[in-house]
Structure formats: C-alpha cells, structure tokens
C-alpha cells in the first residue's frame, strides 16, 4: 500500500520561493502517475502540476502556475518535488499530493480517472 508524506510548506512573502516534498513508502513512486493539487481557503480542491511514471516522460501545469512551478522526480530518494517561485497571495493554500496507475491525461487534464493515494497535505501561506 503506498503512503504519501508531503512537507516544505510555510509561510512566505510574494515573490518568494518554496520546494515541496512528496514523499513514498510501500511503493515505488516511479510506478505511479504523481500529481500536485491545492485547496484554497473556502474554495474547491484543483490540480496544479502531474507528472507521468517514468515509462513516459509527460508533465501538465494549470495554467495559474505555468512558468512559475517545476515539477520533478528524484527516484533515489522516492520522492517528487513541486518548485514554486515567484509564489503569489492566490497560491495560498493546503498542497496535497497524490498518485495513481493512470496517464497524466486522464488523472490531471481530463480527471477521468481521479488519483487512488493521497497524503495529507501541508500549507503553504503566500503573505508579506
């Protein structure tokens, strides 16, 4: 059973940067399709970033964070970042992340094919 820890969240001004963390246990993350999704205070969850299992090489980015968020893998440590620069006040929110057997395309651009594991998430604060 795959386990799914984030962290790197905190407090930052605009303009500031963080790097969150998604840690595996149980599984190879490789295997999975790993996505990025935010929930906003008072506001419905939404995809940020996904990336494919290593079989592909596929990435998506909402269009809100394009050219602003990295997402990549580290397979030595198990683990998928998400870089955010230039953060905003909209990106405030809690980040979770989350895994399927699935296509980028289906999990993050169609959602027809919603993730199966899940962490439980950590804030991210974007105020001066």
């Known amino acids: 059973q795959l386990q799914l820890v984030e962290s790197g969240g905190g407090l930052v001004p605009p303009g500031g940067s963080l790097r969150l963390s998604c840690s595996g246990s149980g599984s190879t993350l490789d295997a999975f399709t790993i996505g990025w999704f935010r929930q906003p205070p008072g506001k419905e969850r939404e995809g940020v970033s996904c990336?494919?299992?290593?079989?592909?090489?596929?990435?998506y980015y909402a269009d809100s964070v394009k050219g602003r968020f990295t997402i990549s893998r580290e397979s030595a440590k198990n683990t998928v970042y998400l870089q955010m620069n230039s953060l905003e006040p909209e990106d405030t929110a809690i980040y979770f992340c989350?895994?399927?057997?699935?296509?980028?395309?289906?999990?993050?651009?169609?959602?027809?094919?919603?993730?199966?594991?899940w962490g439980q998430g950590t804030q991210v604060t974007v105020s001066s």
């Open positions: 989350a895994a399927a057997h699935t296509t980028v395309q289906n999990m993050c651009i169609t959602t027809t094919y919603p993730p199966v594991f």
């Open positions: 990336i494919s299992s290593t079989n592909d090489a596929s990435t």
